[in-house]
């Protein structure tokens, strides 16, 4: 036995043998290489084959290293937190320093091959061609055959079924059916057996004769016979080709009698384009199957994806393609087309009105984006000097600006000398370029800029007194609207009044007998219903009242900001909005993302307003749980309770239940329209949608107050059995009452033992993404134009930046979520080495 055990000693060196190690290393190594190559094949990139060569080197390692072979059991371990944990961690701060975004969700060479392949030009203002389709008859023949099977068993379902739900149940398979087996029987068809003709359309005016007026009309010239004023003076034919990757229909013109030729033996799926007095060569009767244009998969995917080419036989060159729009086909040629020189060009119309490939689109790599230039040359920048517009200071979470109490201010500008041209000397050295500016010029617009600060200066010393002025005069507007809402909550309970007396008359000539009761009810019911929506008028005129008040309190009165000479950078880059170039392409940005968040106003004060919100969340959250909690945890941990386990088992229910069905439920108990809670009260309250947000904050710390509660019960209940009982019997026999008791010796104990629980539960609630955004969608709205939501925390904040309906930002979002770890990571540390909870225990 003793030998056994000092095999495996730390000092024994017993030879092992290294065959094992060897055909380890092979198998791995072989592996390995194979994952490698083949990745970098499909991908063409070195990044994942990169990572499968370090694990498959970590690998070897492990079973060539003595001091590693522990980790060769933790492997799989290290993969999966290599994967799952490690690798989104270093994405997330890789996309944090990056563009990527809506608009630039490419790498380059995409954003390139997108970029010449998916935009298209259409000559809206050209006649349309219009297509016959054919193919060959044993596909239909095909076609007929299951389709005459299958309608003959859609008849007999349809007859046996015995109402109107099974009928339409009926209806609805047979449109699968017929689906599925044109689908089937069209799915070997190859796009070389597809032949398509394409008909210029051309209306001519006709005598009264019924003869056309114009001479060049040749004999091959088909009329349409329905209107005699249709003809189709052009045929092409669409022949199939393929060259490497591309391939399409290339369309070359035909004469007209050649088209029944070449479409002979085949069958007509599309619509028929020409229609002559002669007798129609195709049979539509009811032993055929017609098929519909849609209905042919193949057909569709033709019409809406591959390319069409007009082709120029005078010169032998591929000129454009066609859109199709139904059995409409219209000339579009490519937008973006790289030439020989490597470059990409833009179509362009001339000045003879001829679109040619003439605008150089250049890549702007700090931004990631093409563009054109004004001058045509490569894009430039350089820095100009900007003179800003005068502007107020709010305070830092102050969401917009107060127009009404600008336009105050802006009326005492003149008293001040202050104006839209401020400055008038910086008007020389406008739009010129930093090293082009002589300094004289410079020297005179920072002479004027101090003598403007000055009187900026003087008007924020005024600005109090101008405060003083504006909400007089509001009061005496207020006053006037009150006086007006008074005399219009006087006229309605003056009706309400009315109403009532008049319900007191008829229920006493119902006693009388005077009236049908049935009619006395109706009469009551109308009249309860006016009061009641005359009594919801006064409260809304009441509401509006306190509004105006709140809203009087809360003005704010900013004050201008000093004017400061900044330089800007600006380019040749011509950004018109009908010279923005899509998509772009990510590219790495540095900290712009991280600047963003903290000098852009739109961003920083919303987020501002949602990363106090978010800490206040967290912390009542917790509060209030642990609170609720612990109350339970010590009534139910009373020895002389009757029933405890069966309330043990009853407070842990919500806990039980899934926390997001709970929520949704939540969510219908407390909508204001047709919650149970509104319609019990008979009063409307907007839980989740007060406009100003307060209601709906503490609605959702109630409602996680709900979730919470069961478990800071359990935890405190364990807590409070681990406490030894003789403390409170050493406590009684010195007097210490109740309070005393759970202030000085449980609570005490149990912050000790449920610490790091606390901060564990405080991290949870930080990034509580459901217990938000099922309950409120991050409602109601903060502010119009602004993202996030009265209720949103951060995290809800980031994923509406990323995962947004309109735009999204990763970039920004992944930026967030960096601040958003570093604040609950350091709160964490705080508080663990707060309790105590790095302290390690001597067990001894």
Known sequence: MNGEKDKFAPGNKEKESPLGKILATVIVGGITLFLCVSLFCKFGKLLIP???????????????????????YLYPAIIIIGI??????????????????TGHLLVKESAKEQL?????????????LYAEFFIPEEYVTNLNEKWKAGYTEYQKSLENAENESQEALVEDKW?????????????????????????????????????PLSNTLTEDVIVEASTDVVVYPKAYQATYFKQGHDEGFRLSEVSFDKLNEISNGKYLVSEKVRVTSEEDDYDYSDDSYYVALNDVVILKNALENLPFMLYDEAI????????????????KEKLFKEKEDGNIYQLTEGENGKYDYTTRVWEENRNGIFVVTTDGEKPTFW???DLPKLEYTYSMFKLSSDKEVERFLEENFSKFKLDENYVPSFEKIKGLKKHEIAKSDLSAVYAEIKDVNERIKEFNREIPAMKKAFLEQKRQEIAALNKTAEDEMGKRRVQIMTLKQEIKEMKRLSLKKAEHPSLVIEKIKENNKQIKILNNEIRRLKIDHKGRLVQLKSVDFPKMKKVRLSLEENSNIDFAEDKKIEPGYMVPIGLKNFTKIFTTRNITSPFLRVFVWTVLWSLFSVLTAFAAGLALALVLNAGDLKGRYFYRTLFILPYAIPSFITILMWGGFLNEDFGIINLATGITIPWLSDPNGILPKI?????????????????????????????????DVDGASKAQQFWRITLPLLLATLGPMLVGSFAFAFNNFGGIFLLTGGGPVMDPGVLPGQTDILISYTYKLAFGSNETDYGLASAIGIIVFFIIGTITFLQFKYTGAFKEVDNA
């Open 84 to 101: 799952f944990t490690v690798y989104p961690i270093f994405y997330t701060i890789f996309i944090a320093f990056t563009n990527y975004g």
């Open 175 to 211: 449109v699968e059916t017929e689906t599925k087996i044109v689908s089937d029987s069209l799915k070997d068809l190859k796009l070389d057996e597809v032949i398509a003709f394409f008909f210029e359309k051309e209306e001519i005016e006709i005598d009264s004769d019924g003869l």
């Open 383 to 385: 820095n100009e000097y």
């Open 699 to 731: 609605t959702c710390v109630v409602v996680n107050l709900w979730l919470s509660f069961p478990y800071q019960m359990i935890i405190s209940l364990g807590a409070l059995q681990s406490i030894d009982s003789s403390m409170y019997e050493a406590a």
């Open 316 to 331: 032998g060159v591929e000129k454009n393609f066609l859109n199709s729009r139904t059995n409409e086909f219209m000339r």
């Open 50 to 72: 990169t990572l499968v060569f370090l694990a498959g080197g970590l690998l070897l390692l492990t079973i060539w290293l003595k001091g590693l072979y522990i980790y060769r």
């Open 116 to 128: 010449l392949n998916s935009k298209w030009f259409v000559y809206e203002n050209d006649d349309p």
